[in-house]
């Protein structure tokens, strides 16, 4: 039986919606993990400080695909699935830690002052005054850190799920015809990458606006 | 003396490293009195009303607010009940005005938002920004803002508002609107404690001056005995320089 194009589009297609439900997946769990952690940190809390740093250096200092390893094959986290998207989300929330640390540390003091001196809680000070100024600060690191997410899911496939790489590797043992079917899968990875691009340029413009037009004294 | 004492500081000391800003300075705020704290830059005026409600905390002596001593311990209670307007107006930039202003009372005072949007707009048509209610912070001028940041230290019905340098980062044609709700909220008799440089202001608007130098008040009198020939030479070179630099700023106006 030849396999025609609309074949290997097909194909392709249930590998790519494999790769679009873990993306979101692991972008919230990586974000919320990364800002939850990253706030903490920022309050220099003494044994929690180095835990967390320790947890960094540990997330940055290997790679991936080795955390994905010990994960499914250590652990015997054996649901492809949800190894993936523990690995992916643990993994880059690390990162995520401190680009939200540096985000909280940059907001003005004033603006903690402020958030103080209403009564607010450390937590309503944080999540209803300072987080949501941060992410202009962030939105760039954030973006290029999610990029890397997208470029990563690519090796899940190496713990068995089904995603577009995984999908274009029995093509290719079917069709021989690498050249295509790669071509089709980078074409894929490049569009949602510079499309989060386009995002994070349009968010970080309408945000600067409202928080750095106004000469730094609000 | 108006009321009752409302802030009292005993013995208070406070340095930063080795320089000292408080040397076992004692002082008393009372009720529904205007106080202005004035002195060179660097005399700890700031940090004085800073201090009041835990923003800075002091080294040794005793502070107290009302019935309750200012520690980590009643901050929060002691912030329900002290408002404070910053130089740099400091307000939430990702929030409209009204917004700013709700966001204490709702979230500290536990008042309902309904209540506490009603008395905003009262407070906003009072001091002229009715229509602005909706607009963010960097849609506004610097005496808009500021005028936004004593609307939100209003808008937590506080017992002693405190003011560091209200005027300080706006435009001189700006001051005077500002200066203006300040002198109406006197009118009603609230209890604040103003630092502050315009000594033209103090002089109409308050009811006590003090005068803060080398860790120490070194004098309180009634406004207006105040720029009576003070006996202190550190003084009368202050209001000289203070005096004289408006005077100029007012010639070059003309010119």
């Not at chain 2, 013995?11 to 002082?27: A, R």
């Not at chain 2, 930039?93 to 009372?105: A, K």
């Not at chain 2, 006996?231 to 202050?238: A, L, S, V």
Request: a neutral charge; charged letters at 20%.
């Amino acid at each position: 039986m030849e396999i025609t194009f609309l074949d290997i589009l097909n194909t392709l297609k249930k590998g790519a919606l494999e790769t679009i439900k873990i993306l979101p997946l692991c972008m919230l769990f990586s974000l919320i993990t990364g800002t939850i952690l990253g706030a903490i940190q920022s309050k220099k809390i003494p044994v929690v400080k180095y835990l967390i740093n320790a947890y960094i250096i540990v997330m940055r200092g290997i790679p991936p695909l080795l955390l994905m390893m010990v994960f499914f094959f250590a652990l015997n986290i054996n649901v492809p699935f949800f190894a993936a998207i523990i690995v992916l989300s643990i993994y880059h929330s690390g990162y995520i830690t401190e680009i939200v640390r540096g985000g909280i540390e940059a907001i003005p003091k004033g603006q903690f002052e402020a958030a103080e001196s209403l009564g607010l809680s450390n937590f309503k000070i944080m999540t209803k005054v300072i987080i949501p100024q941060i992410w202009y600060q962030v939105i760039p690191a954030l973006a290029g850190q999610y990029i890397i997410l997208i470029k990563d899911t690519a090796l899940i496939s190496v713990i068995g799920v089904r995603e577009i790489l995984w999908s274009g590797r029995q093509l290719m043992q079917l069709t021989f015809k690498p050249f295509q079917i790669f071509f089709l899968i980078g074409t894929f990875f490049y569009l949602i990458c510079f499309t989060l691009q386009q995002i994070s340029i349009w968010a970080e413009k309408s945000l600067k606006q409202k928080i750095v037009d106004s000469g730094g004294r609000t | 003396m108006k009321g009752d004492v409302l802030v009292s500081f005993d013995e208070v000391t406070k340095s930063f490293g080795n320089h000292i800003v408080m040397d076992h300075l004692s002082i008393q705020f009372f009720e529904g009195e205007t106080h202005i704290i004035c002195g060179r830059s660097g005399a700890g005026k700031s940090t004085l009303i800073r201090c009041i409600n835990y923003l800075e905390k002091i080294d040794s002596g005793r502070l107290n607010f009302q019935d309750l001593e200012v520690n980590k311990k009643n901050a929060k209670e002691i912030r329900k009940r002290v408002s404070m307007v910053f130089q740099e107006f400091n307000l939430f930039p990702h929030l409209t005005i009204l917004e700013n202003v709700v966001l204490g009372p709702v979230d500290t005072l536990k008042e309902p938002k309904n209540k506490v949007e009603k008395r905003a707009m009262e407070l906003f048509e009072r001091v002229g920004l009715k229509e602005k209610i909706h607009h963010y912070p960097y849609q506004l001028s610097g005496g808009q803002k500021q005028r936004a940041a004593i609307v939100r230290a209003l808008n937590m019905n506080p017992d002693l508002i405190l003011f560091d340098e209200p005027t300080s980062a706006l435009d001189p044609e700006m001051i005077g609107e500002v200066t203006e709700v300040i002198r109406g909220l006197v009118k009603e008799g609230r209890s604040m404690i103003i630092v502050t440089h315009e000594m033209n202001f103090a002089l109409e608007a308050s009811d006590k001056i003090s005068f803060l130098a080398e860790g120490k008040i070194l004098l309180t009198k009634p406004s207006k005995e105040f720029f009576q020939e003070p006996e202190y030479d550190t003084i009368r070179q202050f209001l000289r320089q203070i005096l004289g630099t408006k005077k100029e700023d007012e010639e070059i106006k003309h010119e």
